[in-house]
């Protein structure tokens, strides 16, 4: 029982600590590749090398009001250009202390639309949905009433 003790408070400190590294996102746009679209399925195999994870820098590519207390992050994004809807997924930078959802200030041309706009904080997030810390603290409370 001991070792259960121990094991439960570990795992939540693994789910919950932030990686030190820049978030990794994934970069495409479905008016270039039409798989960008939803269902965004970029882990089949058959179609694994169309897609990439791409490194965000928080330092790279970062412009003002961001450029000094940014932090990267994955955006996924939604809108009608001349009339055609496009997804296209990939970097942004937001302020450190934003932790909303919701993408910085879009700036859209004159034939630009956005309906759709959201930001996430981990590696691939802006891709299909991800179930991998839902499933992770869902497992903590199941694992203790299983070995009790």
């Given at each position: 029982?001991?070792?259960?003790?121990l094991f439960v408070p570990i795992l939540l400190?693994?789910?919950?600590?932030k990686e030190g590294e820049p978030v990794r996102c994934w970069t495409c746009s479905s008016d270039l590749n039409p798989l960008c679209n939803d269902p965004f399925l970029a882990g089949r195999s058959d179609n694994s090398y169309l897609f990439r994870l791409e490194n965000c820098d928080s330092n790279s590519g970062a412009t003002y009001p961001y450029l000094t207390s940014s932090k990267s992050v994955c955006k996924k994004q939604k809108k009608y250009i001349n009339g055609q809807m496009v997804v296209s997924r990939g970097?942004?930078?937001?302020?450190?202390?934003d932790y909303s959802y919701q993408c910085p200030s879009n700036t859209n041309g004159p034939n630009e639309v956005t309906s759709f706009c959201e930001?996430?904080?981990y590696d691939g997030c802006n891709g299909a949905a991800a179930v991998g810390k839902t499933i992770a603290l869902l497992a903590a409370p199941l694992t203790l009433l299983l070995f009790k």
């Open positions: 029982m001991a070792n259960l003790s400190l693994a789910v919950f600590i970097c942004t930078w937001k302020r450190q202390d930001t996430c904080d």
